[in-house]
């Protein structure tokens, strides 16, 4: 059983910067992805990066690109803004096509202004 479990989240002022780290544990190959998917007050689901563990390949939303950068085990963000603010959660799957298989809790993101 794949399970995710993350920490680093808080709050802190706009313009700051926060790591997000994802704890892994449970896979069964090799090759895996995994992505960070982010979830405001009254927004729909928002997918926001993914990283192939066998290419290495990076993809990232519009809203994020640029401020955030995606590791196989956390999630860097910088120049964060007031709408940035969400609880974010960590995913995991085959490959970025399937990366919503697994979830963890979420963890909050709250930027102030």
């Known amino acids: 059983e794949v399970k995710l479990v993350e920490s680093g989240g808080g709050l802190v002022q706009a313009g700051g910067s926060l790591r997000l780290s994802c704890a892994a544990s449970g896979f069964t190959h090799d090759a895996y992805a995994m992505g960070w998917f982010r979830q405001a007050p009254g927004k729909a689901r928002e997918r926001i990066a993914c990283i192939d563990s066998e290419s290495g390949r990076q993809h990232y939303a519009a809203s994020v690109k640029g401020r955030f950068t995606i590791f196989l085990d956390s999630l860097e963000m910088n120049n964060l803004k007031p709408e940035d603010t969400a609880v974010y959660f960590c995913?995991?799957?085959?490959?970025?096509?399937?990366?919503?298989?697994?979830w963890g809790q979420g963890t909050q993101v709250t930027v102030s202004s």
């Open positions: 995913t995991s799957g085959g490959d970025c096509a399937d990366v919503d298989r697994y």
